[in-house]
Nanobody
Framework: QVQMVESGGGLVQTGGSLRLSCAAS??????MGWFRQTPGKEREFVAA????????YYADPVKGRFTISRDNAKNTVYLQMNSLKPEDTAVYYC???????????????WGQGTQVTVSS
């Protein structure tokens, strides 16, 4: 059974940092991605990382500020978010994604997400 549990969100001021975690189960050897969603908008791709960790992908708005990493021994994917901006405010989710197209998810299951709020 596929399950993702996101954590690490919170309230920070502009310029602050947060580190999100995604504990995944039921998914093996998969490229993993982070997505975010704000009310009234579609979920959008943020970042992805291949199983080996050798290749990473980022959406343009977060390049240079966010870093995705993973610990395969713990089945956990991380998202280090620095220099946060109010426009980063969203609920953040993780999911398995297609290696050839990291913006395409492999599972219809979404966890509960973790709320990130950046105050101006």
């Amino acid at each position: 059974q596929v399950q993702m549990v996101e954590s690490g969100g919170g309230l920070v001021q502009t310029g602050g940092s947060l580190r999100l975690s995604c504990a995944a189960s039921g998914i093996a050897f998969s490229t993993m991605g982070w997505f975010r969603q704000t009310p009234g908008k579609e979920r959008e791709f943020v970042a992805a990382i291949r199983w080996s960790g050798g290749s990473t992908y980022y959406a343009d708005p977060v390049k240079g500020r966010f870093t995705i990493s993973r610990d395969n021994a713990k089945n956990t994917v991380y998202l280090q978010m620095n220099s946060l901006k109010p426009e980063d405010t969203a609920v953040y989710y993780c999911n398995a994604v297609r290696a050839s197209d990291p913006r395409t998810v492999l599972s219809n299951y979404w966890g509960q997400g973790t709320q990130v709020t950046v105050s101006s």
